[in-house]
Each structure stands twice: as structure tokens, then as C-alpha cells.
């Protein structure tokens, strides 16, 4: 992979309302412009998948799968 594009991600992020124990919540899902793959997430995952994506330690070039909650689509 190139310079730039190990230090380029680019993903579209979805918001949208669902039930969660019978009361509303916030859900997310990132899903990669390069290879089309979906994350669903709660938004305490989204964040913990982000810092583990782009933290201090993230980033390294390689595309790490993380364990998101709700599941990949």
C-alpha cells in the first residue's frame, strides 16, 4: 500500500434510531469506501473502534478487523 493511502481511510457513517431493550438508541455503521464492508456498531463501539482504529497505537497501515457490537452486515 502507498504512503498515501495507508495514511488515508475514508468511510460513510450512518446515525439512525432503533429499539434497544424496548427504548430508543442511537446506532452507527461505518462502512469502507474501498471495499464496501458494513460495521454495525452501538455508539460506545463506534468510539472504541475508532480509538482502536486511529489512537495513539491505530493506524499502522494494515486494515484490522475489530469486534464490533451488533455485528458486521
Do not use: I
Not at 432503533?18 to 438508541?25: L, N, T
Not at 452501538?42 to 484490522?64: A, I, M
Request: aromatic share 10%; proline share 4%; with cysteine.
Amino acid at each position: 500500500m502507498s504512503d498515501e493511502r495507508s495514511n488515508y481511510r475514508s468511510y460513510l457513517l450512518r446515525l439512525y434510531k432503533s429499539e434497544r431493550h424496548g427504548r430508543p438508541a442511537w446506532r452507527a455503521s461505518l462502512e469502507s469506501t474501498r471495499t464496501g464492508e458494513r460495521v454495525d456498531f452501538d455508539l460506545e463501539g463506534l468510539l472504541r473502534f475508532l480509538g482502536k482504529r486511529f489512537g495513539p497505537s491505530g493506524l499502522d497501515g494494515q486494515d484490522r478487523n475489530c469486534e464490533p457490537q451488533g455485528g458486521k452486515k
